[in-house]
Protein backbone atom coordinates (compact mmCIF):
# COMPACT_ATOMS: atom_id res chain seq x y z
CA UNK A 1 0.00 0.00 0.00
CA UNK A 2 1.15 3.47 -0.53
CA UNK A 3 1.66 6.58 1.80
CA UNK A 4 -0.39 6.40 5.37
CA UNK A 5 -1.28 9.85 6.82
CA UNK A 6 -0.21 9.51 10.64
CA UNK A 7 -3.19 10.75 12.78
CA UNK A 8 -5.78 10.70 10.24
CA UNK A 9 -8.74 8.62 10.45
CA UNK A 10 -11.66 9.91 8.71
CA UNK A 11 -15.41 10.64 9.49
CA UNK A 12 -16.31 6.25 10.02
CA UNK A 13 -16.23 3.61 12.27
CA UNK A 14 -14.99 0.82 10.36
CA UNK A 15 -17.08 -1.67 11.75
CA UNK A 16 -16.59 -6.07 11.33
CA UNK A 17 -20.44 -6.87 10.71
CA UNK A 18 -20.45 -5.38 7.21
CA UNK A 19 -20.15 -6.15 3.64
CA UNK A 20 -16.54 -6.16 2.21
CA UNK A 21 -14.69 -2.94 1.99
CA UNK A 22 -17.74 -0.30 4.09
CA UNK A 23 -17.40 1.40 6.91
CA UNK A 24 -19.61 2.76 9.25
CA UNK A 25 -21.25 6.15 9.01
CA UNK A 26 -23.88 8.12 11.92
CA UNK A 27 -24.26 10.21 9.72
CA UNK A 28 -26.47 10.45 6.09
CA UNK A 29 -24.18 12.12 3.54
CA UNK A 30 -26.25 13.45 0.61
CA UNK A 31 -24.61 11.97 -3.00
CA UNK A 32 -26.50 13.17 -5.82
CA UNK A 33 -25.84 13.41 -10.02
CA UNK A 34 -27.80 16.27 -10.69
CA UNK A 35 -29.63 18.91 -8.97
CA UNK A 36 -32.36 18.66 -6.17
CA UNK A 37 -35.51 18.42 -8.50
CA UNK A 38 -38.51 20.71 -6.78
CA UNK A 39 -42.19 18.49 -7.39
CA UNK A 40 -45.26 19.86 -7.02
CA UNK A 41 -47.31 17.24 -5.19
CA UNK A 42 -50.25 18.23 -6.86
CA UNK A 43 -48.72 17.02 -10.45
CA UNK A 44 -46.92 14.00 -8.77
CA UNK A 45 -47.52 10.55 -10.03
CA UNK A 46 -46.27 6.87 -9.90
CA UNK A 47 -46.48 5.01 -13.01
CA UNK A 48 -45.77 1.34 -13.41
CA UNK A 49 -45.73 0.60 -17.16
CA UNK A 50 -45.91 -3.19 -18.15
CA UNK A 51 -44.07 -5.00 -21.10
CA UNK A 52 -47.47 -4.88 -22.81
CA UNK A 53 -48.16 -1.12 -22.18
CA UNK A 54 -50.68 -1.59 -19.63
CA UNK A 55 -50.24 1.61 -17.10
CA UNK A 56 -50.94 1.83 -13.79
CA UNK A 57 -50.52 5.22 -12.14
CA UNK A 58 -50.88 6.62 -8.42
CA UNK A 59 -51.39 10.30 -7.67
CA UNK A 60 -49.72 11.37 -4.67
CA UNK A 61 -52.66 11.11 -2.78
CA UNK A 62 -53.39 7.49 -3.90
CA UNK A 63 -50.26 6.53 -3.15
CA UNK A 64 -50.57 7.45 0.48
CA UNK A 65 -53.93 5.63 0.70
CA UNK A 66 -52.21 2.68 0.25
CA UNK A 67 -51.18 0.97 2.94
CA UNK A 68 -47.64 1.16 4.22
CA UNK A 69 -45.02 -0.43 5.88
CA UNK A 70 -42.56 0.51 8.73
CA UNK A 71 -39.05 -0.64 8.17
CA UNK A 72 -36.05 -0.97 9.72
CA UNK A 73 -33.22 -1.62 7.54
CA UNK A 74 -29.23 -1.52 6.87
CA UNK A 75 -27.82 0.64 4.21
CA UNK A 76 -24.48 0.31 2.22
CA UNK A 77 -22.94 2.75 -0.33
CA UNK A 78 -21.11 1.82 -3.44
CA UNK A 79 -19.14 4.92 -1.97
CA UNK A 80 -18.09 2.80 1.15
CA UNK A 81 -20.45 4.01 3.57
CA UNK A 82 -22.83 2.22 5.59
CA UNK A 83 -25.78 3.08 7.99
CA UNK A 84 -27.23 0.87 10.33
CA UNK A 85 -30.77 0.50 11.79
CA UNK A 86 -32.38 3.33 9.18
CA UNK A 87 -35.74 3.92 9.82
CA UNK A 88 -38.57 4.46 6.74
CA UNK A 89 -41.95 4.24 6.03
CA UNK A 90 -43.49 3.40 2.55
CA UNK A 91 -45.26 0.70 0.55
CA UNK A 92 -44.21 -2.79 -0.60
CA UNK A 93 -43.43 -2.58 -4.08
CA UNK A 94 -45.54 -6.26 -3.33
CA UNK A 95 -48.65 -3.81 -2.80
CA UNK A 96 -48.39 -2.35 -5.99
CA UNK A 97 -47.54 -5.01 -7.60
CA UNK A 98 -50.28 -7.02 -6.27
CA UNK A 99 -52.82 -5.87 -9.19
CA UNK A 100 -49.79 -6.11 -12.10
CA UNK A 101 -50.15 -8.87 -14.83
CA UNK A 102 -46.46 -9.45 -16.15
CA UNK A 103 -44.36 -11.77 -17.59
CA UNK A 104 -41.47 -9.84 -17.30
CA UNK A 105 -38.10 -10.14 -15.74
CA UNK A 106 -36.72 -6.82 -15.57
CA UNK A 107 -37.24 -3.20 -14.40
CA UNK A 108 -36.00 -0.06 -15.46
CA UNK A 109 -36.78 2.61 -12.25
CA UNK A 110 -36.87 6.15 -13.59
CA UNK A 111 -36.71 9.32 -11.32
CA UNK A 112 -37.38 13.03 -11.65
CA UNK A 113 -34.27 14.82 -13.15
CA UNK A 114 -33.59 12.23 -15.62
CA UNK A 115 -31.64 9.19 -13.17
CA UNK A 116 -32.10 5.63 -13.94
CA UNK A 117 -31.51 2.39 -12.60
CA UNK A 118 -31.95 -1.38 -13.08
CA UNK A 119 -32.71 -4.40 -11.43
CA UNK A 120 -34.21 -7.79 -12.09
CA UNK A 121 -37.90 -7.78 -11.26
CA UNK A 122 -37.71 -10.62 -8.46
CA UNK A 123 -35.38 -7.90 -6.39
CA UNK A 124 -38.67 -6.48 -6.49
CA UNK A 125 -40.98 -8.26 -4.60
CA UNK A 126 -41.35 -10.51 -1.08
CA UNK A 127 -40.68 -7.74 1.15
CA UNK A 128 -37.21 -6.47 -0.58
CA UNK A 129 -38.12 -2.94 -1.73
CA UNK A 130 -40.51 0.06 -1.35
CA UNK A 131 -41.79 3.31 -2.30
CA UNK A 132 -40.85 5.09 0.73
CA UNK A 133 -41.78 8.37 1.92
CA UNK A 134 -40.68 8.83 5.37
CA UNK A 135 -37.19 8.86 6.56
CA UNK A 136 -36.41 8.42 10.44
CA UNK A 137 -40.25 9.74 11.52
CA UNK A 138 -40.51 12.83 8.85
CA UNK A 139 -41.71 13.19 5.67
CA UNK A 140 -38.83 12.10 3.39
CA UNK A 141 -36.66 15.60 2.67
CA UNK A 142 -35.78 16.55 -0.94
CA UNK A 143 -32.00 16.02 -0.86
CA UNK A 144 -32.60 12.49 0.05
CA UNK A 145 -35.07 12.13 -2.19
CA UNK A 146 -38.31 13.28 -1.21
CA UNK A 147 -41.19 13.19 -1.70
CA UNK A 148 -40.82 9.36 -2.38
CA UNK A 149 -37.67 7.62 -3.62
CA UNK A 150 -37.13 3.56 -3.93
CA UNK A 151 -36.03 1.67 -1.16
CA UNK A 152 -34.30 -1.10 -1.90
CA UNK A 153 -31.72 -1.90 1.09
CA UNK A 154 -30.38 -5.67 -0.24
CA UNK A 155 -28.25 -3.87 -3.42
CA UNK A 156 -25.80 -0.81 -3.29
CA UNK A 157 -27.87 2.64 -2.46
CA UNK A 158 -27.66 4.01 -5.76
CA UNK A 159 -30.19 1.33 -7.11
CA UNK A 160 -32.59 2.99 -3.84
CA UNK A 161 -33.67 5.52 -6.90
CA UNK A 162 -34.46 9.02 -5.04
CA UNK A 163 -37.04 10.88 -6.77
CA UNK A 164 -38.89 7.79 -8.30
CA UNK A 165 -41.63 8.45 -11.12
CA UNK A 166 -41.72 4.97 -12.50
CA UNK A 167 -41.21 1.56 -13.27
CA UNK A 168 -40.98 -0.36 -16.40
CA UNK A 169 -41.26 -3.82 -16.95
CA UNK A 170 -39.35 -5.09 -19.73
CA UNK A 171 -38.17 -8.90 -20.41
CA UNK A 172 -34.82 -7.37 -21.31
CA UNK A 173 -32.73 -5.90 -19.02
CA UNK A 174 -31.49 -2.33 -19.91
CA UNK A 175 -28.84 -0.81 -17.84
CA UNK A 176 -29.07 2.48 -16.01
CA UNK A 177 -27.52 5.77 -15.25
CA UNK A 178 -24.58 3.99 -12.79
CA UNK A 179 -24.65 0.66 -15.11
CA UNK A 180 -23.83 2.26 -17.76
CA UNK A 181 -21.16 4.55 -16.84
CA UNK A 182 -18.91 1.37 -14.91
CA UNK A 183 -20.62 0.25 -11.81
CA UNK A 184 -21.64 -3.13 -11.65
CA UNK A 185 -25.36 -4.20 -13.08
CA UNK A 186 -26.45 -6.02 -10.30
CA UNK A 187 -24.99 -4.55 -7.24
CA UNK A 188 -24.72 -6.80 -4.25
CA UNK A 189 -22.44 -5.48 -1.79
CA UNK A 190 -22.27 -8.34 0.44
CA UNK A 191 -20.56 -10.08 -3.06
CA UNK A 192 -18.69 -6.62 -3.54
CA UNK A 193 -20.12 -6.14 -6.64
CA UNK A 194 -18.99 -2.56 -7.49
CA UNK A 195 -17.95 -1.85 -10.73
CA UNK A 196 -18.87 -3.70 -14.34
CA UNK A 197 -16.94 -6.80 -13.92
CA UNK A 198 -16.45 -7.65 -10.65
CA UNK B 1 -5.20 30.36 -21.50
CA UNK B 2 -2.00 28.56 -20.18
CA UNK B 3 0.66 27.35 -22.75
CA UNK B 4 -0.61 23.79 -24.46
CA UNK B 5 2.75 22.67 -22.67
CA UNK B 6 2.16 18.52 -22.89
CA UNK B 7 2.34 17.48 -19.39
CA UNK B 8 2.92 13.67 -18.30
CA UNK B 9 -0.12 11.99 -17.07
CA UNK B 10 -0.53 12.75 -13.24
CA UNK B 11 -0.25 10.43 -10.83
CA UNK B 12 -0.80 10.11 -6.85
CA UNK B 13 2.51 11.52 -5.35
CA UNK B 14 3.69 11.06 -2.10
CA UNK B 15 4.03 14.92 -0.02
CA UNK B 16 5.80 15.48 2.95
CA UNK B 17 4.52 18.44 5.40
CA UNK B 18 8.39 20.65 6.06
CA UNK B 19 6.45 23.29 7.85
CA UNK B 20 3.18 24.49 9.13
CA UNK B 21 2.15 27.94 9.40
CA UNK B 22 -0.99 29.70 11.25
CA UNK B 23 -2.52 32.74 9.19
CA UNK B 24 -5.66 33.24 11.38
CA UNK B 25 -7.32 31.26 14.04
CA UNK B 26 -8.91 29.18 11.20
CA UNK B 27 -6.40 28.81 8.46
CA UNK B 28 -3.27 27.53 8.01
CA UNK B 29 -0.72 26.96 5.31
CA UNK B 30 1.22 23.80 4.97
CA UNK B 31 4.90 24.02 2.60
CA UNK B 32 4.73 20.53 1.39
CA UNK B 33 7.90 18.92 -0.07
CA UNK B 34 7.11 16.86 -3.44
CA UNK B 35 10.03 14.86 -4.53
CA UNK B 36 10.18 15.66 -8.47
CA UNK B 37 7.69 18.79 -8.21
CA UNK B 38 7.09 20.20 -11.47
CA UNK B 39 6.62 23.54 -10.61
CA UNK B 40 2.98 25.26 -11.17
CA UNK B 41 1.30 28.40 -13.33
CA UNK B 42 -0.33 30.74 -10.84
CA UNK B 43 -3.86 29.59 -9.99
CA UNK B 44 -3.61 25.99 -10.32
CA UNK B 45 -4.22 23.42 -7.64
CA UNK B 46 -3.76 20.22 -6.38
CA UNK B 47 -5.83 17.33 -5.58
CA UNK B 48 -4.42 16.18 -1.74
CA UNK B 49 -5.42 12.82 -0.39
CA UNK B 50 -5.31 11.21 3.13
CA UNK B 51 -4.92 7.46 4.27
CA UNK B 52 -6.03 6.42 7.38
CA UNK B 53 -4.14 3.02 8.58
CA UNK B 54 -7.16 0.71 7.72
CA UNK B 55 -7.18 1.85 4.36
CA UNK B 56 -9.86 4.09 4.00
CA UNK B 57 -9.34 7.51 2.14
CA UNK B 58 -10.47 10.95 1.39
CA UNK B 59 -9.16 13.66 -1.00
CA UNK B 60 -10.28 17.11 -1.40
CA UNK B 61 -8.69 20.13 -3.76
CA UNK B 62 -6.11 22.84 -2.06
CA UNK B 63 -5.13 26.23 -4.82
CA UNK B 64 -1.83 26.55 -5.02
CA UNK B 65 -1.24 29.37 -3.29
CA UNK B 66 3.01 29.73 -3.02
CA UNK B 67 4.19 31.71 -6.38
CA UNK B 68 5.50 29.66 -9.61
CA UNK B 69 9.10 30.62 -9.25
CA UNK B 70 9.73 29.60 -6.14
CA UNK B 71 10.22 25.55 -5.74
CA UNK B 72 7.53 25.41 -2.73
CA UNK B 73 3.90 23.91 -2.77
CA UNK B 74 2.37 25.60 -0.33
CA UNK B 75 -1.42 25.15 0.17
CA UNK B 76 -3.40 27.52 2.73
CA UNK B 77 -6.09 25.19 4.07
CA UNK B 78 -9.39 27.15 5.58
CA UNK B 79 -10.96 24.81 8.63
CA UNK B 80 -14.03 23.93 7.96
CA UNK B 81 -16.40 23.47 10.78
CA UNK B 82 -17.34 19.81 10.78
CA UNK B 83 -15.26 19.05 7.89
CA UNK B 84 -13.19 15.53 7.51
CA UNK B 85 -10.03 16.82 5.90
CA UNK B 86 -9.58 20.34 7.01
CA UNK B 87 -9.59 19.88 10.60
CA UNK B 88 -7.03 17.39 10.25
CA UNK B 89 -4.70 19.73 7.90
CA UNK B 90 -4.74 22.64 10.28
CA UNK B 91 -5.51 21.42 13.84
CA UNK B 92 -3.04 18.15 13.66
CA UNK B 93 -0.75 17.71 10.91
CA UNK B 94 2.46 18.29 11.71
CA UNK B 95 6.07 18.66 10.11
CA UNK B 96 7.43 14.86 8.93
CA UNK B 97 3.82 14.07 8.17
CA UNK B 98 2.93 12.31 4.71
CA UNK B 99 0.24 13.19 2.40
CA UNK B 100 -0.46 12.47 -1.06
CA UNK B 101 -1.14 15.01 -4.03
CA UNK B 102 -1.44 14.45 -7.53
CA UNK B 103 -1.08 18.08 -9.88
CA UNK B 104 -0.68 20.64 -10.53
CA UNK B 105 -3.77 20.83 -12.06
CA UNK B 106 -5.87 23.40 -14.15
CA UNK B 107 -5.00 25.70 -17.27
CA UNK B 108 -8.01 27.65 -17.37
CA UNK B 109 -7.73 29.52 -13.73
CA UNK B 110 -3.99 30.24 -14.14
CA UNK B 111 -2.17 33.53 -15.09
CA UNK B 112 1.64 34.17 -16.54
CA UNK B 113 3.10 37.35 -16.65
CA UNK B 114 3.17 36.99 -20.91
CA UNK B 115 -0.24 38.30 -20.36
CA UNK B 116 -0.18 42.16 -20.80
CA UNK B 117 -3.81 43.51 -19.90
CA UNK B 118 -4.47 45.04 -16.50
CA UNK B 119 -5.59 42.11 -13.74
CA UNK B 120 -8.70 42.26 -11.49
CA UNK B 121 -8.58 39.75 -8.60
CA UNK B 122 -12.03 39.27 -6.62
CA UNK B 123 -11.43 36.90 -3.79
CA UNK B 124 -14.03 36.02 -1.20
CA UNK B 125 -12.87 34.27 1.98
CA UNK B 126 -10.43 31.70 1.31
CA UNK B 127 -10.41 32.08 -1.87
CA UNK B 128 -7.64 34.32 -1.64
CA UNK B 129 -5.52 31.18 -1.56
CA UNK B 130 -4.84 31.25 -5.99
CA UNK B 131 -5.08 34.74 -6.11
CA UNK B 132 -2.24 34.86 -3.69
CA UNK B 133 -0.25 32.69 -6.25
CA UNK B 134 -0.74 35.32 -9.31
CA UNK B 135 0.14 38.06 -6.81
CA UNK B 136 3.89 36.54 -5.80
CA UNK B 137 4.29 34.84 -9.05
CA UNK B 138 4.07 38.70 -10.43
CA UNK B 139 6.63 40.02 -8.21
CA UNK B 140 8.59 36.86 -9.06
CA UNK B 141 8.88 37.99 -12.12
CA UNK B 142 9.08 41.52 -11.96
CA UNK B 143 5.93 41.91 -14.00
CA UNK B 144 4.85 45.65 -14.30
CA UNK B 145 1.30 44.57 -15.82
CA UNK B 146 -1.30 46.35 -13.59
CA UNK B 147 -3.35 44.33 -10.65
CA UNK B 148 -6.03 45.19 -8.48
CA UNK B 149 -7.09 43.03 -6.00
CA UNK B 150 -10.81 43.08 -4.13
CA UNK B 151 -10.81 41.07 -0.78
CA UNK B 152 -13.92 40.46 0.87
CA UNK B 153 -13.59 38.59 4.23
CA UNK B 154 -15.95 38.14 7.63
CA UNK B 155 -13.88 40.41 9.69
CA UNK B 156 -10.38 41.80 10.01
CA UNK B 157 -9.33 38.71 11.97
CA UNK B 158 -10.17 36.47 9.23
CA UNK B 159 -7.99 38.64 6.53
CA UNK B 160 -5.26 35.72 5.40
CA UNK B 161 -1.74 37.09 4.67
CA UNK B 162 -2.47 40.37 6.15
CA UNK B 163 0.64 41.35 6.62
CA UNK B 164 2.52 40.10 3.63
CA UNK B 165 -0.72 42.21 1.35
CA UNK B 166 0.00 45.55 3.23
CA UNK B 167 3.96 44.81 2.19
CA UNK B 168 3.23 44.08 -1.04
CA UNK B 169 1.18 47.17 -1.54
CA UNK B 170 3.89 49.44 -0.38
CA UNK B 171 6.68 47.31 -2.49
CA UNK B 172 5.03 45.77 -5.35
CA UNK B 173 4.41 48.48 -8.09
CA UNK B 174 1.38 48.48 -9.50
CA UNK B 175 -0.49 46.61 -7.33
CA UNK B 176 -3.64 47.72 -5.37
CA UNK B 177 -5.34 46.11 -2.67
CA UNK B 178 -8.99 47.26 -1.30
CA UNK B 179 -10.37 45.22 1.68
CA UNK B 180 -14.44 44.90 1.98
CA UNK B 181 -16.29 43.31 5.02
CA UNK B 182 -19.23 41.63 5.37
CA UNK B 183 -19.48 40.91 9.53
CA UNK B 184 -17.42 44.01 11.15
CA UNK B 185 -14.90 46.49 9.88
CA UNK B 186 -12.53 48.02 11.81
CA UNK B 187 -12.91 51.01 13.95
CA UNK B 188 -13.41 54.00 11.66
CA UNK B 189 -14.13 52.18 8.33
CA UNK B 190 -15.52 54.33 5.68
CA UNK B 191 -17.84 51.51 3.99
CA UNK B 192 -20.70 48.99 6.93
CA UNK B 193 -19.62 45.85 7.02
CA UNK B 194 -22.13 44.21 4.20
CA UNK B 195 -21.87 41.81 0.64
CA UNK B 196 -19.91 43.15 -1.94
CA UNK B 197 -21.75 45.74 -4.15
CA UNK B 198 -21.51 47.47 -7.38
CA UNK B 199 -20.38 51.00 -6.09
CA UNK B 200 -17.25 49.59 -4.40
CA UNK B 201 -15.82 47.21 -7.20
CA UNK B 202 -16.64 50.52 -9.58
CA UNK B 203 -14.11 52.38 -7.13
CA UNK B 204 -11.19 49.80 -6.56
CA UNK B 205 -11.93 47.75 -9.56
CA UNK B 206 -11.02 48.56 -13.41
CA UNK B 207 -13.43 49.84 -15.57
CA UNK B 208 -15.27 47.57 -18.11
CA UNK B 209 -13.55 49.26 -21.04
CA UNK B 210 -10.20 48.35 -20.23
CA UNK B 211 -10.75 44.70 -20.86
CA UNK B 212 -8.63 43.28 -17.72
CA UNK B 213 -8.92 40.04 -16.93
CA UNK B 214 -10.82 39.12 -14.07
CA UNK B 215 -10.45 36.29 -11.91
CA UNK B 216 -13.04 35.55 -9.01
CA UNK B 217 -12.51 32.53 -6.85
CA UNK B 218 -14.65 31.83 -3.40
CA UNK B 219 -17.78 30.34 -2.29
CA UNK B 220 -20.14 29.73 -4.95
CA UNK B 221 -22.62 32.18 -3.80
CA UNK B 222 -20.42 34.54 -3.75
CA UNK B 223 -18.50 34.03 -7.32
CA UNK B 224 -22.12 33.73 -8.70
CA UNK B 225 -23.07 37.42 -6.93
CA UNK B 226 -19.86 38.34 -8.11
CA UNK B 227 -19.81 37.54 -11.53
CA UNK B 228 -23.50 38.89 -11.95
CA UNK B 229 -22.13 42.56 -10.90
CA UNK B 230 -19.53 42.62 -13.24
CA UNK B 231 -21.21 41.45 -16.19
CA UNK B 232 -23.38 44.30 -14.84
CA UNK B 233 -20.91 46.46 -15.11
CA UNK B 234 -20.21 45.65 -18.39
CA UNK B 235 -17.23 43.26 -18.19
CA UNK B 236 -17.00 40.74 -21.12
CA UNK B 237 -18.18 37.37 -19.37
CA UNK B 238 -15.48 35.20 -21.41
CA UNK B 239 -12.74 37.41 -19.35
CA UNK B 240 -14.11 36.73 -16.37
CA UNK B 241 -12.58 33.27 -14.53
CA UNK B 242 -14.50 32.14 -12.22
CA UNK B 243 -13.18 29.27 -9.59
CA UNK B 244 -16.01 28.40 -6.83
CA UNK B 245 -15.32 26.26 -3.99
CA UNK B 246 -18.22 24.15 -3.18
CA UNK B 247 -20.60 24.46 -0.72
CA UNK B 248 -19.52 21.67 1.65
CA UNK B 249 -15.75 21.33 1.19
CA UNK B 250 -14.84 19.90 4.18
CA UNK C 1 -18.19 32.39 -18.19
CA UNK C 2 -22.15 31.41 -19.69
CA UNK C 3 -24.43 33.52 -18.19
CA UNK C 4 -26.43 31.32 -15.86
CA UNK C 5 -29.41 29.76 -16.52
CA UNK C 6 -31.93 27.70 -14.70
CA UNK C 7 -34.28 26.18 -17.47
CA UNK C 8 -33.62 22.57 -17.82
CA UNK C 9 -34.94 19.49 -19.86
CA UNK C 10 -36.47 17.79 -17.01
CA UNK C 11 -40.11 16.92 -16.46
CA UNK C 12 -42.29 19.87 -17.15
CA UNK C 13 -43.78 19.33 -13.77
CA UNK C 14 -40.30 19.90 -11.94
CA UNK C 15 -39.75 23.54 -11.31
CA UNK C 16 -36.37 25.09 -11.58
CA UNK C 17 -33.38 23.70 -9.27
CA UNK C 18 -32.32 24.78 -6.06
CA UNK C 19 -30.21 27.75 -6.88
CA UNK C 20 -26.66 27.26 -6.56
CA UNK C 21 -26.91 23.80 -4.66
CA UNK C 22 -24.69 21.00 -4.96
CA UNK C 23 -22.74 21.33 -7.68
CA UNK C 24 -19.12 23.05 -8.03
CA UNK C 25 -17.07 24.09 -10.85
CA UNK C 26 -15.30 22.29 -13.89
CA UNK C 27 -11.87 22.91 -12.55
CA UNK C 28 -13.22 20.23 -9.81
CA UNK C 29 -13.12 17.18 -12.86
CA UNK C 30 -9.39 18.25 -13.84
CA UNK C 31 -7.46 16.56 -11.20
CA UNK C 32 -8.87 12.77 -12.11
CA UNK C 33 -9.21 13.61 -15.87
CA UNK C 34 -5.59 14.66 -15.88
CA UNK C 35 -4.77 10.60 -14.66
CA UNK C 36 -6.17 10.03 -18.00
CA UNK C 37 -5.44 12.95 -20.39
CA UNK C 38 -1.53 14.06 -20.79
CA UNK C 39 -2.90 17.62 -21.03
CA UNK C 40 -4.68 19.99 -19.32
CA UNK C 41 -8.16 19.58 -19.57
CA UNK C 42 -9.92 22.52 -18.17
CA UNK C 43 -9.37 24.47 -21.08
CA UNK C 44 -10.49 21.92 -23.48
CA UNK C 45 -13.49 23.03 -25.39
CA UNK C 46 -16.98 20.59 -25.35
CA UNK C 47 -19.78 20.54 -27.60
CA UNK C 48 -23.35 19.48 -25.62
CA UNK C 49 -25.00 16.89 -27.55
CA UNK C 50 -28.59 18.10 -26.09
CA UNK C 51 -28.13 21.55 -26.47
CA UNK C 52 -25.66 22.19 -29.05
CA UNK C 53 -23.86 24.87 -25.98
CA UNK C 54 -20.00 25.37 -26.64
CA UNK C 55 -17.81 25.80 -23.60
CA UNK C 56 -14.77 25.02 -21.52
CA UNK C 57 -14.69 22.45 -18.97
CA UNK C 58 -13.97 24.97 -16.12
CA UNK C 59 -17.32 25.84 -16.84
CA UNK C 60 -19.55 22.64 -16.62
CA UNK C 61 -21.71 21.72 -13.40
CA UNK C 62 -19.54 19.42 -11.76
CA UNK C 63 -21.86 17.41 -9.50
CA UNK C 64 -18.71 15.50 -7.14
CA UNK C 65 -20.66 14.28 -4.48
CA UNK C 66 -22.03 11.40 -5.88
CA UNK C 67 -20.52 7.59 -6.78
CA UNK C 68 -18.75 9.15 -9.80
CA UNK C 69 -18.15 12.29 -10.76
CA UNK C 70 -21.24 13.71 -13.35
CA UNK C 71 -20.50 16.85 -15.71
CA UNK C 72 -23.57 18.22 -16.73
CA UNK C 73 -24.27 21.32 -19.00
CA UNK C 74 -24.43 25.02 -17.63
CA UNK C 75 -27.26 25.00 -20.06
CA UNK C 76 -29.46 22.38 -20.12
CA UNK C 77 -27.95 20.28 -17.29
CA UNK C 78 -27.90 16.78 -19.84
CA UNK C 79 -24.64 14.79 -18.66
CA UNK C 80 -21.81 15.58 -20.83
CA UNK C 81 -19.38 12.88 -19.00
CA UNK C 82 -18.90 10.62 -15.49
CA UNK C 83 -16.09 9.38 -14.10
CA UNK C 84 -15.63 6.71 -11.91
CA UNK C 85 -12.22 6.14 -9.95
CA UNK C 86 -11.92 2.26 -8.90
CA UNK C 87 -8.98 1.18 -6.93
CA UNK C 88 -7.17 0.38 -10.18
CA UNK C 89 -9.26 1.77 -12.73
CA UNK C 90 -11.20 4.26 -14.09
CA UNK C 91 -14.22 4.80 -16.08
CA UNK C 92 -14.86 7.28 -18.29
CA UNK C 93 -18.31 7.68 -19.69
CA UNK C 94 -17.95 10.34 -22.78
CA UNK C 95 -22.07 10.41 -24.33
CA UNK C 96 -23.18 13.74 -23.77
CA UNK C 97 -20.48 15.48 -25.82
CA UNK C 98 -20.52 15.31 -29.77
CA UNK C 99 -16.88 16.36 -29.45
CA UNK C 100 -13.99 17.69 -26.91
CA UNK C 101 -11.66 20.08 -28.49
CA UNK C 102 -7.76 20.37 -27.11
CA UNK C 103 -5.05 22.63 -28.23
CA UNK C 104 -2.07 20.68 -28.84
CA UNK C 105 1.27 21.94 -29.78
CA UNK C 106 1.29 23.07 -33.42
CA UNK C 107 2.22 20.83 -36.48
CA UNK C 108 2.20 20.80 -40.21
CA UNK C 109 -0.77 19.66 -41.70
CA UNK C 110 -0.66 15.78 -42.53
CA UNK C 111 0.85 15.44 -46.25
CA UNK C 112 1.81 19.17 -46.58
CA UNK C 113 5.44 18.99 -47.90
CA UNK C 114 5.89 22.92 -48.47
CA UNK C 115 7.41 22.43 -52.00
Not at chain 2, 2 to 20: F, N
Request: with cysteine; aromatic share 10%; charged share 25%.
Amino acid sequence: MGVITRGFTGRGRRDLNLPPGQYLTEDFPVLSAGPTPRLDLERWEFVLASETGQRYAWTWSELRALPSERVTVDIHCVTRWSKLGTRWEGVSLDTLLADVDTQARFALIRSYGGYTTNLPLADLRDGKAWVAHRYDGRDLAPEHGGPARLLVPHLYFWKSAKWVRGIELRHEDSPGFWENAGYHNYGDPWREQRYTDD
Amino acid sequence: MARAAVHRRLTWQPATVAQVNDETATARTLLLEVPGWPGHVAGQHVDVRLTAEDGYSTQRSYSIASAPEVDRLELTVQRVPDGEVSPYLCDIARPGDQVEVRGPVGGYFTWQPESVEPVLLVAGGSGIAPLMSMVRGRAGANSRVPFRLVYSSRTPEDVIYARELSRRVRDDRGLDVAFAYTRSAPPGWPRPPGRLDAPLLTEVGWPADFAPAVFVCGPTGFVESTANLLVSQGHEAQRIKTERFGPTGG
Amino acid sequence: MTERQTGSAMSDISEDPIDGEGWVDGNEAAGILQEIFTMDITSARGRCAGCGLVGPMAELRVYDRAPGLVARCPGCENVLFTVIRAPDRVFLSVGGMTYLEMALPEVAAPGFTGA
